[in-house]
């Protein structure tokens, strides 16, 4: 038994039990309560795992109290503001910063895997007209599997990093073209001679033998909003990613699923549900009233891009974010009226009771989706964009979890609440 433990007593019985507890580097320690059930014969309770440490992890630190929030080591401002999202990806995968040579080659590598099978383009056109990208881009992942399945052998560390340099390098390739095909526009192929982020708006806006115009602000604020997605530790689509691969599921799968997870508004989609909401919300006389039903209990209306699970003090992605916007605002355009009922809501909920008293602050999306919009890059892509930059994360989560000898299969318990047995003797 380790040195600290935590001693829980069963009131009824008078039994106590004691249960490790394990240091992590930073941050809370942790009770292991995996023999739990095996010492007391009950479950645990958690709805929503607001408690739970579900893995041991070497990636990220978050501390939600102070808006920290690191990715090996390194802080988010930093990374963001010092070092590109091809640097920040390759520390994620690799585990140190590059060096210059290592990042030409990751990126060399990167594009040449950048081209997904033209097979895959039967895919694309079985889906209907207006099919939502990130519908698309779930089952083209998923599907990517079918194409790197037969020598798949997962205990080479070697061919590990294959599987994660190949999806974090087509990944771009398919957003781009799942936009292209919901729009009925034809799909532009990578152009090799262009860098990552570059690249992937070129996919986006190109048009075949067209010059396309990209300005180094649009490419570098696109590429700090991939570096500040990278990784955010176990959250809802990572946990997913996670609970799929630990069946041993082809890793393409897993994330595949991560995407899913990602889509919903109270994840990844709330940066299409800010903007959305912003256009609602239309003019800063109508703030107040949107205020008033996001107040309301009776009221399933949510002011988008507030709140965080983790963040409890402000979100720093969403600092950055801000600086980042304010910094742009004449030079890429941003839509003032967005920015004008952005400004209002803001000043309103950060002095609201309501908001104050349930640490409710501005998180990365309430931002992200203004510069995106700036950005022209469409609605129904801001999700997409997400997972663009959180692919190399869900990959090294995936990489870390498999290296762990004593991985389990992920299975909750429940507390079971419906009939007991009625079968008919
Ligand atoms: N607007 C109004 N009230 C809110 C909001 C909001 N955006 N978020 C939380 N609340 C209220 C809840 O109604 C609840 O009030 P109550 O205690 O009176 O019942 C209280 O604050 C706590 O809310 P929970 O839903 O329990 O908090 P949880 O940690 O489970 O949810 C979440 C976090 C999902 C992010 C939530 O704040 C939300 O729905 N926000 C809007 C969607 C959003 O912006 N999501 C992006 C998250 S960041 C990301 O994924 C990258």
Same mark, same amino acid.
């Given at each position: ?12 019985? =008078? ?8 240091? !992590?580097?930073?941050? !809370? $320690? ?16 958690? &709805? ?14 978050? %501390? ?64 209907? $007209? ?12 998923? /599907? ?50 262009? =860098? ?24 570098? /604020? ?8 990278? #990784?955010?530790?176990? @959250? ?32 990844? =989609? ?27 209990? @009776?009221? !399933? ?25 304010? &910094? ?36 990365? %999306? ?6 995106? $919009? ?15 930059? &959180?692919?190399? =994360?869900?990959? /090294? *989560? ?5 290296? *762990? !000898? ?7 318990? *429940? ?5 007991? #047995?009625?079968?008919? *003797?």
């Amino acid at each position: 038994m380790p040195n600290k433990t935590l001693t829980v007593t069963d009131n009824r019985t =008078g039994k106590s039990f004691d249960f490790p507890i394990l240091e !992590p580097t930073i941050g !809370p $320690d942790v009770v292991d309560i995996s023999e739990f059930y095996k010492n007391t014969g009950m479950f645990t309770f958690d &709805r929503g795992f607001t408690s739970t440490a579900s893995c041991r992890s070497r990636i990220t630190y978050i %501390d939600g109290g102070e808006g920290k929030l690191m990715y090996r080591g390194y802080d988010i401002s930093y990374l963001a503001t010092q070092k590109s999202f091809l640097d920040t990806a390759y520390l994620l995968l690799h585990k140190e910063l590059p060096t210059k040579e290592q990042l030409d080659s990751f990126s060399l590598e990167l594009k040449k895997r950048s081209f997904v099978h033209e097979s895959m383009k039967k895919l694309f056109d079985a889906f209907p $007209d207006n099919a939502h990208p990130m519908a698309i881009l779930s089952s083209a992942v998923a /599907a990517l599997s079918t194409f790197y399945f037969d020598h798949l052998d997962l205990d080479s560390p070697e061919e590990v990093m294959e599987m994660a340099h190949r999806i974090v390098a087509k990944i771009p390739t398919i957003a781009a073209f799942s936009y292209r095909y919901s729009n009925g526009l034809p799909v532009i192929y990578p152009d090799l001679s262009k =860098g990552f982020t570059e690249n992937f708006l070129y996919m986006l806006r190109g048009y075949p033998h067209h010059h396309v115009e990209l300005s180094p602000i649009e490419v570098q /604020a696109l590429d700090t909003i991939f570096t500040l997605h990278a #990784d955010h530790e176990q @959250n809802a689509s990572t946990t997913a990613v996670r609970v799929v691969a630990s069946t041993h599921a082809h890793p393409y799968a897993a994330i595949s699923a991560g995407i899913g997870a990602l889509w919903g508004r109270a994840h990844g =989609g709330a940066n299409e549900s800010v903007i959305r909401q912003l256009e609602l919300i239309d003019n800063v006389d109508n703030v107040e009233k949107y205020i008033a039903k996001a107040k309301d209990p @009776n009221d !399933p209306f949510r002011l988008m891009g507030f709140g965080h699970r983790v963040y409890k003090n402000f979100d720093p992605r969403a600092t950055i974010l801000k600086k980042l916007r304010d &910094r742009l605002s004449d030079e890429l355009n941003i839509n003032s009226q967005y920015v004008e009922v952005a400004n209002k809501i803001e000043q309103i909920a950060l002095n609201d009771e309501y908001f104050v008293s349930r640490n409710l602050y501005p998180n990365i %999306d309430f931002y992200s989706g203004l510069i995106l $919009d700036a950005l022209k890059i469409p609605k129904e892509m801001f999700a997409v964009i997400f997972v663009i930059g &959180r692919t190399p =994360g869900w990959i /090294a *989560q995936w990489i870390e979890l498999k290296e *762990q !000898p004593d991985m389990k299969i992920a299975r909750p318990r *429940q507390l079971y609440l419906g009939p007991n #047995d009625r079968t008919p *003797q």
